[in-house]
Every structure is written in C-alpha cells, then in structure tokens.
C-alpha cells in the first residue's frame, strides 16, 4: 500500500512539509516560494530571477559581490 501523501506531492527542501500552493522547482529540490531565498541574505526570490552556484541559490545583489566576475548577465 502506497501512501498518498508521499506521491506526487513536493516537499520543500527547506521546512520538509509538503507544498500545496506554488512550488519553486531549483536546485533539484522542490521550495516553498517564501522558503526558497537567498543564500546569503536569506531573503525570498518570490519568483524573482535567481542565480544558481554550487548547489546553492543568490540573489541578484550577492551572486554579483560574490562571483561578479561570473556575471551572465551583463558579461
Ligand atoms: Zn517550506
Ligand atoms: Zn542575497
Ligand atoms: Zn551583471
């Protein structure tokens, strides 16, 4: 018997209890929108863009300050 709960229902790779609103699919795990933020800051992303380095996620300010020289966007 397979338990409902555990199929097809993301858990947020932050608190690990399921997500019935919007899931923020990053880093190959499934966020709360509101747990999903800024490594350095901690700040939510709330769907704004996000940028990815070594398994963890930044926000726009502190993926600049920290690997500026790195920049997609800009170049
Ligand atoms: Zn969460
Ligand atoms: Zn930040
Ligand atoms: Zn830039």
């Known amino acids: 018997l397979r338990c ?3 199929m097809g229902i993301p858990i947020c ?5 399921p997500i019935e609103e919007r899931v923020v699919t990053a880093l190959g795990k499934n966020w709360h929108v509101e ?6 800051c901690e700040k939510p992303f709330l769907g704004h863009r996000h940028y990815e380095k070594k ?5 726009e300010i ?9 920049c ?4």
């Open 55 to 59: 398994g963890l996620a930044y926000c």
């Open 62 to 70: 502190h993926y600049h300050q920290l690997f500026g020289n790195l």
């Open 4 to 6: 409902h709960d555990k």
């Open 35 to 40: 747990h999903f933020v800024c490594a350095k």
């Open 72 to 75: 997609f966007v800009c170049n």
């Open 13 to 17: 790779g932050a608190c690990r209890r």
